[in-house]
């Protein structure tokens, strides 16, 4: 994780110098990440048409043991729906880039590319649905690869002429994931089958559309 943020902090720094004009930097927060306990900050360099940034995120566990939830449906709903599972937790690592057209710094495109871990370690869990069910010790393990492309909008909340400007983005889109899940069971059932242990293993690619807000503030160097 740590290797991880310091590439993206460099990588963002010999960017940064080769921006001629102005430097702005970025600060974000997104309130409905927020809402399911996924605490995201992101931080860019730029000038008034790109800004190159990174994102990081960390979502604690608040649950040892019990009955998992579950929301959605298809391919992200039932287990695969990770926000309503409260035994993980999980941490986030990309980064982005936001592209202004046009005259005003209004209109954008963005590209998000990161990697995200969710994992719980040996705890008594059970779940059931129509598809999927297991009670017994699980361990837990999964890796998920993401794109998004983007498009929004930037709404401004002071003068133009002012070196702070607090800001609201908001933006719709469509991402791709790719995700290794690795399952452990111990001692326990999988789909009502007794296994003294079971590892299992799944590949899973999909797309997934993209609605959401971005709250933060710009600052002039």
Same mark, same amino acid.
């Given at each position: ?57 960390? $979502? ?44 005003? $710094? ?116």
């Amino acid at each position: 994780m740590k290797n991880i943020v310091v590439i993206m902090l460099l990588g963002m720094s010999l960017i940064s110098e080769k921006i001629n004009a102005q430097t702005i930097v970025e600060f974000g927060l997104k309130p409905l990440e927020t809402f399911h306990r996924n605490f995201e900050i992101n931080l860019g360099l730029g000038n008034k048409k790109v800004v190159i940034g990174t994102l990081l995120a960390y $979502r604690f566990s608040n649950q040892d043991s019990g009955k998992v939830g579950s929301a959605g449906s298809g391919l992200a709903g039932g287990y695969s729906w990770r926000y309503n599972n409260n035994l993980y937790d999980s941490y986030t690592a990309g980064i982005y880039v936001k592209r202004y057209f046009g005259k005003t $710094r209004y209109h954008f495109i963005q590209v998000d590319l990161f990697y995200r871990n969710w994992a719980f370690q040996n705890k008594p869990a059970r779940y059931r649905d129509e598809r999927y069910s297991f009670n017994g010790i699980r361990k837990e393990n999964i890796d998920v690869y993401c794109i998004k492309l983007l498009v929004g909008k930037t709404y401004f909340l002071s003068k133009k002429n002012t070196k702070r400007r607090p800001y609201i983005d908001a933006y719709a889109g469509a991402g791709f994931r790719y995700q290794v899940e690795n399952f452990e069971t111990f001692n326990g059932e999988v789909n009502t089958v007794y296994f003294p242990y079971l590892k299992e293993r799944n590949y899973n690619r999909w797309f997934t559309p993209q609605l959401g807000i971005k709250m933060g503030l710009t600052t002039m160097k």
